[in-house]
């Protein structure tokens, strides 16, 4: 059960959009099955990893609630749950100290990762930071340009699945580079879905999604194609053996991403995209599980 918004960790539970943290493990998962298929498996990276992951998850979202209420993009007539900040729940100022302390804690981590896999973890973290402080905040936030989902895709998905692996032994195989991007696509799907449940209050706010740019008809096709084009690659890289044949086990997931993409395909109200947006992270986490689990067999 969650907390009360109305209380101190309640609020910063809710900053934290718990629902979205599963993206930032999946990836993660993902590369440790191959580092395990590899045989270079250690717990060390996976522990760093998992939780540079996940502070760098929880810094964006953060930075996010801080500067879409700083601009004027989340109010009384937004669809979804309650944004700490506009709602008056924290201060800007706490969620200052907030994301500074998510990105203190992913320092943390990548320190480790440092002594593990050298200076190529010191541009790759530099770089996310800069790239999570800019998505909304900043003088030309991208993610009120259409590029939100470019940057998901470059930094939640093929350089969290990469570089993961690569702190195993500093190598980067081609099946890690190839299975990047299905995960990529997904971490992509959660970004959509939330943009498109939010289209008309962004539109009317200004803020220039992918979504309002395309409109809600072209969103919903680009939110199947990143969903069923997961599973075409997954299904081809086994096929051609460029990765390992059980790396098709994530199409056992299918059957949780068909309702989640007819909701997204059919609804417009808040409520059944919500369960949407939820539904669709915890396919990335099952479809990555699965993933991790195929090719290790």
């Known amino acids: ?11 910063w539970y809710l900053a934290s959009r718990p629902h979205t943290l599963p ?6 998962l993902v590369a440790a099955g191959l580092a395990f298929k590899d045989g270079v498996f250690r717990w060390g990276p996976l522990i760093a990893t998992t939780i540079g992951a996940l502070a760098i998850q929880v810094a964006a979202n ?16 937004r669809i979804g749950p309650r944004r700490a900040v506009a709602s008056g729940l924290l201060s800007e100022r706490a969620m200052e100290v907030g994301t500074a302390s998510a990105f203190a804690v992913a320092t943390l981590a990548g320190v480790y990762l440092v002594t593990q896999a050298g200076w190529l973890i010191i541009i790759v973290g530099v770089a996310s930071i800069l790239a999570t402080l800019g998505y909304v905040g900043g003088p030309v936030p991208y993610g009120y340009r259409g590029l939100g989902e470019v940057f998901v895709f470059v930094f939640f998905g093929l350089a969290a699945t990469v570089v993961s692996r690569y702190t195993y032994d500093r190598f980067a195989p081609l099946d890690v580079w190839l299975l990047a991007i299905p995960m990529g696509f997904l971490v992509s799907a959660i970004l959509v879905a939330n943009n498109v449940r939010d289209i008309d209050t962004d539109r009317a706010t200004g803020k220039r999604t992918l979504a309002v740019i395309l409109g809600r008809s072209r969103t919903r096709i680009l939110f199947d194609l990143l969903v069923w084009g997961s599973y075409v690659l997954v299904a081809a890289f086994a096929i051609l053996k460029w990765t390992p044949p059980w790396s098709a086990l994530a199409l056992a997931s299918l059957p949780m991403a068909v309702p989640i993409t007819r909701t997204v395909r059919t609804h417009t109200a808040g409520p059944p995209l919500i369960v949407a947006l939820k539904g669709i992270a915890k396919l990335e986490l099952l479809f990555g599980l699965l993933l991790a689990i195929g090719v290790m067999l």
């Open 23 to 28: 993206a930032a493990v999946a990836p993660v």
């Open 62 to 77: 953060f930075a996010n609630d801080l500067s879409d209420a700083r601009k004027g993009a989340d109010n009384e007539d």
């Open 1 to 11: 059960m969650a907390p009360d918004p109305e209380t101190r960790l309640g609020a």
